[in-house]
């Protein structure tokens, strides 16, 4: 047998590849054409993934009423609209999104309205053109670990194979290759428009909405691989699981202020809250487009507070295992849950 280094070797790359699902272009083929109107980005809304039987991933908006899906209600009523997260964010088509959702009070649309209980959730994410990770970016979760608080945010990135859903499991990788498991439950930001060399006061007009989400992560691969390996520590199969809402950012209000849980078979193993950020949302995305084009549909991870399993005394370290359930929580964007397996 391999030893487990020469393991991760040959396997690191094929766990860091991009893999472009289909379903998103599948469901994309059936709008009538492309928007062609100004980019508008959406407001007052709270949107989920739904995931078909037919093997697509589509929009649906959560109302009182319940959850409006979407590319049924464009059939019924014969109108366009943005059919995934990703093709509103990316055209800017948020008028066409809400005429559907005004019209779809029609007594045809009525097939159109699901009871959100009976939802299978999808990704809301399947290929965004950067997914940007910030780590050690709350003060006391620096402190557990014994690092210094880093100058500016330090830069990392995932891969579209670790994009999973709401509900999802995550099939951990043989002991070979890693065995100590962690949760990071993180506050997602997403992008609505291009920004480039965007100044701290003016980044917020960028953001389109925020998400709940878990940096799941490998520690032994991470860290103790010589250099410190974390794209393979943190980019495998379904290592960043989003959901359950995206909840557009005028409905949140303040990103920095936002409280933030993680609860591990129903114990409390984070509790507490954005404020802790070294580098706060608008100095984030200002630095980040310093050095790349931040496109409507990019996400980027903002750091994990303190509480994590790394950051406990080495004989109190008990790491994830197959068969854990992990909620992640963050103040009005629910709550992500994910299993292993």
């Not at 950067?130 to 100058?151: D, S, T």
């Not at 999973?164 to 962690?182: G, R, S």
Request: glycine share 8%; with cysteine; aromatic share 8%.
């Amino acid at each position: 047998m391999s030893t487990r280094r020469e393991f991760l070797a040959t396997t690191g790359a094929a766990a860091a590849g991009v893999a472009i699902g289909t379903s998103g272009r599948a469901a994309a083929a059936e709008i009538p054409g492309k928007f062609k109107g100004p980019h508008e980005m959406p407001r007052n809304l709270t949107l989920l993934s739904i995931a078909n039987k037919d093997g697509t991933e589509t929009l649906g908006v959560k109302t009182d009423k319940g959850v409006l899906d979407v590319r049924a209600a464009s059939k019924l009523l014969g109108l366009a609209a943005p059919i995934t997260l990703e093709e509103l964010l990316k055209e800017g088509n948020a008028p066409g999104l809400n005429k559907l959702v005004a019209a779809s009070s029609q007594a045809k649309a009525k097939a159109a309205w699901l009871d959100e209980s009976q939802i299978s959730h999808g990704r809301l994410f399947m290929n965004p053109s950067k997914i940007i990770c910030v780590g050690l970016n709350y003060r006391r979760h620096a402190q557990e670990v014994g690092m210094k608080e880093p100058g500016v945010p330090i830069l990392f990135n995932k891969y579209n194979n670790s994009l999973a859903a709401q509900n999802c499991t995550i099939k951990l990788v043989p002991k070979e290759v890693a065995y100590k498991f962690d949760y990071e439950t993180e506050l997602l930001i997403v992008m609505g428009k291009s920004a480039r060399n965007v100044s701290e006061a003016d980044a917020l007009n960028y953001v389109a909405g925020y998400c709940t989400s878990n940096d799941f992560s490998a520690r032994d691969a991470q860290l103790e691989l010589p250099g410190g390996q974390w794209m393979i520590g943190k980019t495998m199969d379904n290592y960043a699981p989003i959901g359950p809402y995206f909840v557009s950012a005028d409905l949140v209000g303040d990103p920095n202020n936002l409280k933030i849980q993680t609860r591990v078979n129903g114990e409390l193993r984070q509790d507490w809250s954005t404020n802790d950020f070294i580098f706060n949302t608008q100095k984030m995305i200002s630095y980040i487009s310093k050095f790349w084009t931040l496109e409507p549909g990019d996400i980027i991870f903002t750091g994990t507070p303190q509480g994590v399993i790394a950051g406990m005394p080495k004989e109190k370290q008990v790491w994830l295992k197959a068969g854990d359930e992990i909620v992640s929580s963050i103040e009005k964007l629910g709550d992500l849950k994910f299993r292993l397996a």
